[in-house]
Nanobody, 121 residues
Framework: QLQFVESGGGLVQPGGSLRLSCAAS????????IGWFRQAPGKEHEGVSC????????YYKDSVKGRFTISRDNAKNMVYLQMNSPKPEDTAVYYC??????????????WGQGTQVTVSS
């Protein structure tokens, strides 16, 4: 069973930085592409970034390109999202999830508890 535990969220000022962590369990991490998603109040989940399991190719939502960086450590079963220069519109609950065997933009399985990120001065 695919299980993820997200952490590292909090209150951050615009222009600051934050690093989110995702601990995966129940499967071998390098078997799947892994994505970060977010859900703002009153909105649907949306894909933010994804890292492939084949060659570590990375993909980003246009609005976060150049500011966010996704990475993975298969040995530790961890995936990270480095958020630099966050903006108030990045405020949301952030989740990680498997996207299958390639970055599809769609999550497989159920959501974890997520981690709240609030960008505000």
């Amino acid at each position: 069973q695919l299980q993820f535990v997200e952490s590292g969220g909090g209150l951050v000022q615009p222009g600051g930085s934050l690093r989110l962590s995702c601990a995966a369990s129940g499967f071998t991490l390098d078997y799947y592409a892994i994505g970060w998603f977010r859900q703002a109040p009153g909105k649907e989940h949306e894909g933010v970034s994804c890292i492939s399991n084949s060659d570590d190719s990375t993909y980003y939502k246009d609005s976060v390109k150049g500011r966010f960086t996704i990475s993975r450590d298969n040995a530790k079963n961890m995936v990270y999202l480095q958020m630099n220069s966050p903006k108030p519109e990045d405020t949301a609950v952030y989740y990680c999830a498997a996207e299958g065997h390639y970055c599809s933009g769609y999550a497989v399985g159920s959501w974890g508890q997520g981690t709240q990120v609030t960008v505000s001065s």
